[in-house]
Every structure is written in C-alpha cells, then in structure tokens.
C-alpha cells in the first residue's frame, strides 16, 4: 500500500542553523509532492509544491528537493527562527489516486532562542 | 478576504446527538474537503465533493455524513452512528482535484463528548 514517511522525532535546533526536514514514501508515483506547515490548532497552511521532473523549488528562507529515484523529498529552512517552530506536513498528489493528496504524519520542528 | 472559514471552533456532542459542523468558501474553489486529526494519526480524509451536487466517500466515511448544495458550503454532519468522534475536523477546499490539488484549510472544529 501507498506509504509516506516523515520524521517521527521531533527536530530541535538552535536559531540561525538550518532545520533539514525528511519525506520518504513507497508504492507511489506522484506527480507532485507538497509542504505544509501547522501550527498547534490550526490548519495547515500550503508553503511549496515541487513536481517530478523538478529536482530543487526555493521560496525566500524555504527549500525543497524531490529524488524520485530514491523516493525522497527534503524541506530546508535556513536562517531559522523561533517563528518557524510548528509542524511541517508532506503531500503527495497523483491525479491517478483518484486525485486525493496522500498525507504524511508531519514532524515537529522547535527553533530554539 | 477570501478564505474558509469553518464553525462553531468548539463543539459538544451528547451521546446519540448528530451534530453538524459547518464549512463555508469564498474562494470559488470548486473541490472540497473535510478531514479528521487524531494526536498522531495525521490527517484522515472523511469525504470529498469535486463539483455541485457530488461528493465521494473518503478513507473514513462511516458515521459521517454531508452535502453539497451550493459551490461554497460543504456541511458535515458527525451521526450518533459515530462511536468515537471526539476530535479535530478540517475542512478544505481546492481550486479543483484535477490539477495541483494544493488545499487551502480553515481553522478546524474541535468536537468533544459529553
């Protein structure tokens, strides 16, 4: 079955370093892979959506890379702040999976002062 | 401004209640969502409309129930058939499933048993 994988730990880091977020997933060709940031009792909010023929997307501070080989997306924040403290979700859309988004778990990222 | 916006934020249900969660958009998306988190269960899809008057069954439909009979309103009711609803329900929408699918989400509805 379709899987994503996303950190599970969460990712502490001290503020100004670079916060390296993973997505793996398995058994699945999409033909777009997104990211998402939630914070607590919220929605989640859309940041970056990378396709398949792209290899790196870039937004201000935010990177996101996508190896269909290895079936791996990273999400980079660089310079990071106390702000960028929440939880950072992955999704992956294939207009085959009769076009739902499949989603991972997200992991939490705490940049600390 | 445009967006979703989604009540009441809190809401209790009685056992044997149906409750109904509301979802408006004035994005003029055509597709919409309606999803279940659980502490660490990630996002659950419950059902989905791409158009008008349809809508399919998502991952998780059992208990649950909606409509959609205008572009911007997709109601979900939470039935007394749902034995377990005690958690937070997001709604989105999309400007349609056919293209990048990326979703725009409101604020969520946390639903609790009394």
């Known amino acids: 079955s379709q899987k994503i994988e996303q950190n599970s730990e969460a990712l502490n880091i001290q503020e100004g370093k670079t916060a390296t977020l993973t997505c793996n997933y398995t058994?699945?060709?999409?033909?777009?892979l997104q990211w998402y940031r939630q914070d607590p009792g919220r929605g989640p909010v859309f940041l970056l959506l990378?396709?398949?023929n792209e290899k790196e997307k870039r937004k201000e501070r935010l990177k996101v890379t996508f190896d269909t080989t290895l079936k791996q997306s990273l999400f980079h924040i660089t310079a990071s702040q106390p702000a960028d403290s929440a939880t950072y979700l992955c999704a992956l859309y294939n207009a085959g999976n009769n076009r739902k988004l499949i989603w991972g778990l997200g992991t939490s990222l705490a940049v600390n002062p | 401004d445009g967006g979703i916006t989604q009540s009441p934020k809190y809401l209790f249900r009685k056992e044997g209640q149906n409750v109904t969660l509301s979802c408006e958009q004035n994005l003029n998306h055509d597709a919409m969502y309606w999803y279940r988190q659980d502490p660490g269960q990630g996002l659950r899809l419950i059902y989905y409309s791409q158009i008008v008057n349809d809508f399919q069954k998502g991952d998780i439909a059992e208990g649950y129930s909606v409509s959609r009979e205008k572009k911007e309103s997709f109601p979900l009711t939470v039935t007394s058939a749902q034995k377990n609803p005690t958690a937070f329900y997001l709604c989105?929408?999309?400007?349609?499933?056919?293209?990048?699918?990326?979703?725009?989400f409101g604020a969520g509805t946390r639903l609790s048993v009394l």
């Open positions: 989105a929408s999309s400007i349609g499933s056919g293209t990048k699918n990326i979703q725009y």
């Open positions: 990378i396709r398949e």
């Open positions: 058994n699945y060709s999409p033909a777009y």
